[in-house]
């Protein structure tokens, strides 16, 4: 009955509540902003303290972002990539680099292009290309972004290329955890001479195809999300209040109620575009 | 609904404003800090449009300023933990 009378209280519009629900006086709504500031640096102590409970979630296969490149290929009426294993430790040393230095690039800040990679590991190219995503948490998403990209879609779909290289690494970027994509595509200089083919950002060089090494680790990480939690708890907090507000327009205007206020209408609409933000917002980057 | 329909002038620039932040958020999301500056204006414009439709109603009391203020920060609070943690 307490109960009851107490959720009566905090939810619907009544005589103890001054005729609006308890949740929507403004002393509670202050007490639902800092339990949510407080949360987040709950949040933040956990992962930075207990990085193995509490972390960056990603499960990227390299390849598995290669398989779903060939089916947008094959999709495409293009023929399928073949991986190269130089281009994926030559992908793998690129995001390794963009996390010891710092930067979110195609190129690193000190000059260093992304060909320099291919041909550090002694793939000599044609053609090359690259893709970069990050803090996506999974592969699909990840190719989709790229695919949605004019730029990024040209690299997936270029007939020029016929092999791939992918590299997916986890660090910490700018202050935050963050799984990176990278992306080679190539074409090895075929051993006959031929005028190279110079595009922009590349320079061609005679192809050499280096011996079989091992495969680069996969990347995968089985954490909850803080991204997905945060946005968890928005959804819960933002949905109970929209609910709520809802009633309290329902019932001020089935008993007429008068009470000095903000118009529940407004609100509402305020909410609601809280909750399609919340709804439609994704984690990751492509450049 | 009689209000309403005498106050959709009122609720269509309300609708525009939303429509704006929410485009804005969405367009935006290369770049974290113009996001934030998106929440924020368009939390300040919420505000701003809540007390001058009191105004105009001869209705607008400390108590509902401070009441649209609370669910303007409410919803920075939200829109600003998901962008930092994106």
């Known amino acids: 009955m307490k109960l009851l009378k107490f959720l009566r209280h905090l939810f619907i519009p009544h005589a103890s509540n001054n005729q609006k629900a308890k949740i929507l006086h403004p002393s509670s709504l202050s007490v639902i902003v800092v339990f949510l500031i407080t949360f987040q640096v709950i949040l933040s102590f956990t992962h930075g303290t207990f990085p193995r409970v509490l972390g960056y979630a990603a499960s990227i296969p390299p390849s598995e972002v290669i398989r779903l490149t060939n089916a947008e290929r094959i999709a495409n009426g293009l023929s399928v990539l073949d991986e190269n294993r130089t281009l994926d430790l030559a992908a793998l040393a690129k995001g390794n680099d963009m996390l010891a230095k710092g930067y979110w690039a195609h190129f690193a800040p000190d000059g260093t292009s992304p060909w320099s990679f291919f041909t550090s590991f002694g793939y000599k190219y044609r053609y090359a290309g690259e893709n970069l995503a990050r803090d996506f948490s999974d592969p699909t998403s990840a190719v989709n972004a790229w695919m949605n990209s004019p730029s990024h879609r040209e690299n997936i779909l270029n007939s020029n290329y016929s092999e791939i290289g992918v590299g997916v690494i986890e660090g910490t970027l700018s202050g935050a955890d963050t799984t990176i994509i990278v992306q080679f595509f190539a074409s090895p200089l075929s051993a006959a001479p031929s005028v190279p083919i110079v595009k922009a950002g590349e320079t061609s060089m005679v192809a050499i195809v280096s011996s079989p090494l091992p495969t680069p680790g996969v990347a995968v990480s089985s954490f909850i999300s803080p991204f997905q939690t945060t946005k968890g708890l928005s959804f819960g907090v933002t949905g109970v209040l929209l609910l709520v507000l809802s009633v309290d327009l329902i019932v001020v205007r089935r008993r007429r109620i008068a009470r000095i206020g903000g118009r529940t209408l407004a609100h509402l609409a305020y909410l609601g575009m809280i909750l399609a933000v919340i709804l439609i917002l994704k984690a990751g980057q492509i450049i | ?86």
């Open chain 2, 1 to 86: 609904m009689k209000k309403f329909t005498k106050d959709l002038p009122h609720y269509l620039s309300l609708f525009g404003i939303l429509l704006a932040g929410f485009a804005g958020l969405i367009l935006f999301s290369y770049d974290k800090n113009f996001q934030m500056s998106v929440a924020f204006a368009t939390a300040g414009a919420y505000v701003a449009w809540g007390i001058v439709h009191h105004a105009i109603h001869k209705d607008l009391y400390l108590e509902t300023i401070i009441e649209y203020i609370a669910i303007a920060i409410l919803g920075s609070v939200i829109i600003f933990s998901l962008i930092i943690r994106s």
